[in-house]
């Protein structure tokens, strides 16, 4: 054996102790015994052996990671999966006011008993706005006289009269139960939703379902009214523009205290052009503040 081969046979092999070329080291050591047959031969060989082995390099944990951070960043690369079908349908709002009666006999078209309850517990005057609109199947009914208001529900009720032939939702018909506790003068009525969206609790004799030539309303306090439902008004009625700058001039940001005669002619011009846009079938969002 020439000087060549004998170093060749027992030098030692670094590439085998190299974690990224032990595939090269491997192959080194699989040719050796073919170096002594013919150095051609083996040199072929080993071409042949490590271009294969070394296009793919073992898993060592250096290639693993490197792996795995390739596939984390292929992953959130990706769109996401689209929801299934029934994820994507159109999903009735938590709070969405009713639209149709549960309750119709044949004088009255009531909401939901759950959400007379709801909205007599709070004054929503968006709420009475959104429901008064021309075209809402919910039952009117007008004030045969002047009556004291009151809220037999429990809830938050508006102090002061009702004037004659004001008009109010039929929420919910209440009847005297067998027996039970009577109010002088009270066997059944209704609990009712007022212009202003305060609760009022009114005897059968109280209220008429006949509707007068001229039907009256709550007094309306136009700050109370949700900020989507004024912007609405402003911006598509210019009755209701003019009412609102009448409103500021006469006023100047007067809220309560005693204020002048023509800021108080100025506040009951406005509350009249905001019924007027709404009976008259104007575009109004559904208020922010629902029960």
């Known amino acids: 054996m020439n000087a060549w081969a004998m170093r060749s046979s027992t030098a030692p092999n670094r590439l085998a102790h190299s974690p990224e070329t032990s595939a090269v080291g491997s192959c080194h050591a699989a040719t ?3 170096l002594a047959g013919g150095l051609l031969l083996a040199m072929g060989t080993l071409a042949a052996s490590c271009s294969v082995s070394s296009s793919t390099p073992p898993d060592t944990p250096s290639n693993m990671e490197a792996k795995s951070s390739a596939r984390d960043a292929q992953t959130a690369a990706e769109p996401a999966d689209p929801p299934a079908e029934e994820e ?3 999903k009735p709002a938590e709070h969405a006011l009713p639209t149709e009666c ?3 006999d044949a004088e009255v078209c009531a909401p939901p008993r759950a959400f007379a309850r709801a909205v ?3 004054t929503f005057p968006g709420v009475a706005l959104y429901m008064f609109r021309a075209g809402t ?3 009117r009914g007008y004030l045969r006289g002047k009556v004291q208001a009151w809220n037999a529900s429990g809830g938050a009720s508006v102090s002061g009269e009702l004037a004659f032939d004001e008009e109010v939702l039929l929420l919910h018909k209440r009847t005297a139960a067998p027996g039970g506790m009577q109010v002088s003068g009270y066997t059944d009525g209704y609990d009712a939703l007022r212009w202003d969206g305060s609760c009022v609790t009114l005897s059968s004799g109280e209220v008429t379902l006949s509707k007068p030539p001229r039907p009256g309303h709550a007094d309306i306090t136009w700050r109370h009214i949700d900020s ?3 912007d609405a008004m402003k911006h598509n009625d210019e009755k209701v523009q003019q009412a609102f700058r009448a409103y500021g001039r006469e006023c100047r940001g007067a ?4 204020v002048s005669d023509k800021c108080i002619k100025a506040i009951a011009k406005l509350g009249d052009a905001v019924v007027a846009y709404v009976r ?4 109004l969002p559904l208020p922010a503040k629902l029960p």
């Open 32 to 34: 050796g015994p073919a």
């Open 102 to 104: 549960t309750k119709k």
């Open 120 to 122: 007599c517990q709070d």
């Open 280 to 283: 008259a079938g104007g575009e």
């Open 228 to 230: 989507n439902q004024r």
């Open 137 to 139: 199947p919910w039952t």
């Open 255 to 258: 809220t309560m205290g005693e």
């Open 88 to 90: 994507q349908a159109d």
